[in-house]
Protein backbone atom coordinates (compact mmCIF):
# COMPACT_ATOMS: atom_id res chain seq x y z
CA UNK A 1 0.00 0.00 0.00
CA UNK A 2 1.43 3.29 -0.68
CA UNK A 3 0.19 6.50 2.00
CA UNK A 4 0.37 9.97 0.56
CA UNK A 5 -0.06 12.25 3.28
CA UNK A 6 -1.75 15.57 1.87
CA UNK A 7 -0.13 17.89 3.61
CA UNK A 8 -1.63 17.93 7.44
CA UNK A 9 -5.17 17.43 5.80
CA UNK A 10 -5.90 13.84 4.91
CA UNK A 11 -3.56 10.76 4.24
CA UNK A 12 -4.68 8.94 1.01
CA UNK A 13 -3.89 5.47 0.64
CA UNK A 14 -3.79 3.65 -2.98
CA UNK A 15 -3.80 0.14 -3.00
CA UNK A 16 -2.04 -0.99 -6.38
CA UNK A 17 -2.68 -4.51 -7.76
CA UNK A 18 -6.19 -5.20 -6.09
CA UNK A 19 -7.79 -6.81 -8.74
CA UNK A 20 -7.76 -10.04 -10.24
CA UNK A 21 -4.37 -10.48 -10.35
CA UNK A 22 -4.26 -9.77 -6.93
CA UNK A 23 -2.47 -12.46 -4.68
CA UNK A 24 -4.65 -14.00 -1.93
CA UNK A 25 -2.35 -12.94 0.88
CA UNK A 26 -2.77 -9.13 -0.28
CA UNK A 27 -6.35 -9.41 -0.86
CA UNK A 28 -6.53 -10.67 2.75
CA UNK A 29 -4.55 -7.50 3.76
CA UNK A 30 -6.29 -5.34 1.92
CA UNK A 31 -9.69 -6.84 3.56
CA UNK A 32 -8.40 -6.46 7.19
CA UNK A 33 -7.01 -2.96 6.58
CA UNK A 34 -10.49 -1.73 4.85
CA UNK A 35 -12.54 -3.90 7.91
CA UNK A 36 -9.68 -2.78 10.96
CA UNK A 37 -8.59 0.69 9.81
CA UNK A 38 -11.00 2.98 11.99
CA UNK A 39 -10.13 6.51 10.94
CA UNK A 40 -11.00 5.61 7.53
CA UNK A 41 -13.12 8.05 6.00
CA UNK A 42 -14.24 6.65 2.45
CA UNK A 43 -13.11 3.60 0.56
CA UNK A 44 -12.55 4.61 -3.37
CA UNK A 45 -13.42 1.76 -5.24
CA UNK A 46 -11.71 2.92 -9.60
CA UNK A 47 -13.89 1.24 -12.12
CA UNK A 48 -12.62 1.22 -15.54
CA UNK A 49 -15.54 3.15 -17.29
CA UNK A 50 -15.25 1.49 -20.94
CA UNK A 51 -15.16 -2.49 -19.39
CA UNK A 52 -17.39 -1.37 -16.78
CA UNK A 53 -17.97 -3.91 -13.23
CA UNK A 54 -15.74 -6.77 -13.71
CA UNK A 55 -15.37 -9.48 -11.32
CA UNK A 56 -12.75 -8.00 -9.43
CA UNK A 57 -14.95 -5.03 -9.14
CA UNK A 58 -17.83 -7.35 -8.03
CA UNK A 59 -15.76 -8.65 -5.04
CA UNK A 60 -14.54 -5.44 -4.10
CA UNK A 61 -18.15 -4.43 -4.03
CA UNK A 62 -19.30 -7.07 -2.19
CA UNK A 63 -16.75 -6.59 0.46
CA UNK A 64 -17.23 -2.63 1.07
CA UNK A 65 -20.89 -3.80 1.37
CA UNK A 66 -20.41 -6.39 4.07
CA UNK A 67 -18.05 -4.57 6.27
CA UNK A 68 -20.33 -1.42 5.75
CA UNK A 69 -17.77 0.84 4.66
CA UNK A 70 -18.54 4.01 3.15
CA UNK A 71 -17.73 3.87 -0.27
CA UNK A 72 -17.77 5.67 -3.71
CA UNK A 73 -17.56 4.37 -7.18
CA UNK A 74 -15.02 6.60 -9.63
CA UNK A 75 -15.24 5.65 -13.16
CA UNK A 76 -11.84 6.18 -14.63
CA UNK A 77 -10.07 6.21 -18.44
CA UNK A 78 -13.75 8.25 -19.92
CA UNK A 79 -11.25 9.65 -22.79
CA UNK A 80 -11.75 6.23 -24.25
CA UNK A 81 -14.77 5.88 -25.05
CA UNK A 82 -17.51 8.03 -27.27
CA UNK A 83 -19.99 9.80 -25.23
CA UNK A 84 -22.91 7.34 -26.48
CA UNK A 85 -20.85 4.46 -25.23
CA UNK A 86 -19.87 6.38 -22.34
CA UNK A 87 -23.85 7.76 -21.27
CA UNK A 88 -24.63 4.00 -21.47
CA UNK A 89 -21.88 2.46 -19.13
CA UNK A 90 -22.86 5.56 -16.61
CA UNK A 91 -26.71 4.88 -16.81
CA UNK A 92 -25.89 0.75 -16.76
CA UNK A 93 -23.48 0.94 -13.44
CA UNK A 94 -26.39 4.35 -11.98
CA UNK A 95 -28.92 1.55 -12.27
CA UNK A 96 -26.33 -1.21 -10.57
CA UNK A 97 -25.89 1.78 -7.34
CA UNK A 98 -29.14 2.54 -7.22
CA UNK A 99 -30.55 -1.42 -6.83
CA UNK A 100 -27.38 -3.83 -5.65
CA UNK A 101 -26.13 -1.40 -3.02
CA UNK A 102 -26.65 -0.20 -0.06
CA UNK A 103 -23.40 1.87 1.39
CA UNK A 104 -22.44 3.15 -1.89
CA UNK A 105 -22.71 7.32 -2.78
CA UNK A 106 -25.57 7.47 -5.26
CA UNK A 107 -22.87 9.81 -7.60
CA UNK A 108 -20.78 8.32 -9.83
CA UNK A 109 -17.81 10.53 -10.58
CA UNK A 110 -16.55 9.50 -14.00
CA UNK A 111 -12.97 10.88 -14.27
CA UNK A 112 -10.10 10.92 -17.13
CA UNK A 113 -5.98 11.31 -16.12
CA UNK A 114 -5.29 12.31 -19.34
CA UNK A 115 -8.31 14.84 -20.22
CA UNK A 116 -8.25 15.95 -16.45
CA UNK A 117 -12.45 16.04 -16.79
CA UNK A 118 -14.07 14.86 -13.61
CA UNK A 119 -11.03 15.45 -11.31
CA UNK A 120 -11.94 18.95 -10.14
CA UNK A 121 -15.20 18.05 -9.04
CA UNK A 122 -13.89 14.79 -7.26
CA UNK A 123 -10.99 17.00 -5.71
CA UNK A 124 -13.81 18.88 -4.49
CA UNK A 125 -15.68 16.05 -2.42
CA UNK A 126 -12.30 14.82 -1.48
CA UNK A 127 -12.00 18.24 0.19
CA UNK A 128 -15.39 18.39 1.71
CA UNK A 129 -15.39 14.54 3.14
CA UNK A 130 -12.42 15.18 4.84
CA UNK A 131 -13.65 18.14 6.26
CA UNK A 132 -11.27 20.77 4.36
CA UNK A 133 -13.49 22.64 2.62
CA UNK A 134 -12.86 25.72 4.96
CA UNK A 135 -9.15 25.48 3.51
N1 LIG B 1 -6.64 6.77 -21.56
C1 LIG B 1 -6.52 6.69 -20.24
N2 LIG B 1 -5.66 5.81 -19.71
C2 LIG B 1 -5.57 5.75 -18.36
C3 LIG B 1 -6.33 6.56 -17.50
N3 LIG B 1 -6.03 6.25 -16.23
C4 LIG B 1 -5.09 5.30 -16.30
N4 LIG B 1 -4.83 4.98 -17.58
C5 LIG B 1 -3.86 3.98 -18.07
O1 LIG B 1 -4.24 2.71 -17.59
C6 LIG B 1 -3.09 1.96 -17.20
C7 LIG B 1 -3.22 1.54 -15.75
O2 LIG B 1 -3.28 2.69 -14.96
P1 LIG B 1 -2.90 2.64 -13.44
O3 LIG B 1 -3.21 3.99 -12.85
O4 LIG B 1 -1.50 2.14 -13.26
O5 LIG B 1 -3.93 1.56 -12.91
P2 LIG B 1 -3.99 0.84 -11.52
O6 LIG B 1 -5.33 0.25 -11.40
O7 LIG B 1 -3.54 1.78 -10.44
O8 LIG B 1 -2.94 -0.34 -11.66
P3 LIG B 1 -2.20 -1.10 -10.48
O9 LIG B 1 -1.76 -0.07 -9.48
O10 LIG B 1 -1.07 -1.82 -11.13
O11 LIG B 1 -3.23 -2.02 -9.91
C8 LIG B 1 -1.89 2.86 -17.47
O12 LIG B 1 -1.35 2.50 -18.71
C9 LIG B 1 -2.47 4.26 -17.50
O13 LIG B 1 -1.77 5.11 -18.34
C10 LIG B 1 -7.24 7.50 -18.11
O14 LIG B 1 -7.98 8.25 -17.46
N5 LIG B 1 -7.29 7.50 -19.47
MG1 LIG C 1 -2.20 1.77 -9.06
Same mark, same amino acid.
Given at each position: ????????? @?? !?? $??????? *? #??????? /?? =????????????? @?? !?? $??????? *? #??????? /?? =???????????????????????????????????????????????????????????????????????
Amino acid at each position: MNFFQVGKY @FT !LV $DMPGYGF *K #APKDFVD /MV =EAYLKERPNLTRT @FL !LI $DSVVGIQ *K #ADSIAIE /MC =EEFALPYVMVLTKIDKASKGYLAKQVLQIQEFVDTHTQGCFPQLFPVSSVTYSGIHLLRCFITYITGNLHQ
